[in-house]
T-cell receptor
Framework: KQEVTQIPAALSVPEGENLVLNCSFT??????LQWFRQDPGKGLTSLLL?????REQTSGRLNASLDKSSGRSTLYIAASQPGDSATYLC??????????FGIGTKLQVIP | DTAVSQTPKYLVTQMGNDKSIKCEQN?????MYWYKQDSKKFLKIMFS???????INETVPNRFSPKSPDKAHLNLHINSLELGDSAVYFC??????????????FGDGTRLSIL
């Protein structure tokens, strides 16, 4: 059974800092890993999708890496802004039904 | 121009009632999903529906039944609502084509409260 862990559960940083969010999973037989952000009272916004054959993906100030063999992914946020405050979730996928989410990291960026 | 839209956004009802939540996507995706996010914010997949193939998570009670009138819609019907059904229900879609390698797009959720 796949288990996904996200550390830390909460993070508070001053504006402008670079930061790293961690996601680990127990079963390395995955198709892909997707990072989302969730704002309070809102749905999930897709940030980055990394296929199992890829090692990283970049979008603007975001960079996600994947080390499938060790069951780890990181989301790097450069030059954090108050608008980055949200809960960040990672999800690993294998097949239509086999989608497992982490509990998320709640990020607060202080102006 | 909302990609995945759900209605209603909020649903408050009494225990024992039957209710439906609607979901529509205008992305042309071939696969749709329902997720439940409980009070601890843990997201679990309930159903996926692809080209008329329904895959059910075996932990979902049979009081929950998804209905898909066409590829752009996947509605969720719930019979005999229980207190434990209180949660946020999210609809999502993706273009899978059988390989499950495309990103999922989520709606804003339906907040269901059972009195």
């Amino acid at each position: 059974k796949q288990e996904v862990t996200q550390i830390p559960a909460a993070l508070s940083v001053p504006e402008g800092e670079n930061l790293v969010l961690n996601c680990s999973f127990t079963d390395s037989a995955i198709y892909n890993l997707q990072w989302f952000r969730q704002d309070p009272g809102k749905g999930l916004t897709s940030l980055l999708l990394i296929q199992s054959s890829q090692r990283e993906q970049t979008s603007g100030r975001l960079n996600a890496s994947l080390d499938k063999s060790s069951g780890r992914s990181t989301l790097y946020i450069a030059a954090s802004q108050p608008g980055d405050s949200a809960t960040y979730l990672c999800a690993v996928r294998r097949g239509y039904q086999k989608v497992t989410f982490g509990i998320g990291t709640k990020l607060q960026v202080i102006p | 121009d909302t990609a995945v839209s759900q209605t209603p956004k909020y649903l408050v009802t009494q225990m024992g009632n039957d209710k439906s939540i609607k979901c529509e996507q205008n992305l042309g995706h071939d696969t749709m999903y329902w997720y439940k996010q409980d009070s601890k914010k843990f997201l679990k997949i309930m159903f996926s529906y692809n080209n008329k193939e329904l895959i059910i998570n075996e932990t979902v009670p049979n009081r929950f039944s998804p209905k898909s009138p066409d590829k752009a819609h996947l509605n969720l019907h719930i019979n005999s609502l229980e207190l434990g059904d209180s949660a946020v229900y999210f609809c999502a879609s993706s273009q899978d084509g059988g390989v499950s390698n495309q990103p999922q797009h989520f709606g804003d959720g339906t907040r269901l409260s059972i009195l």
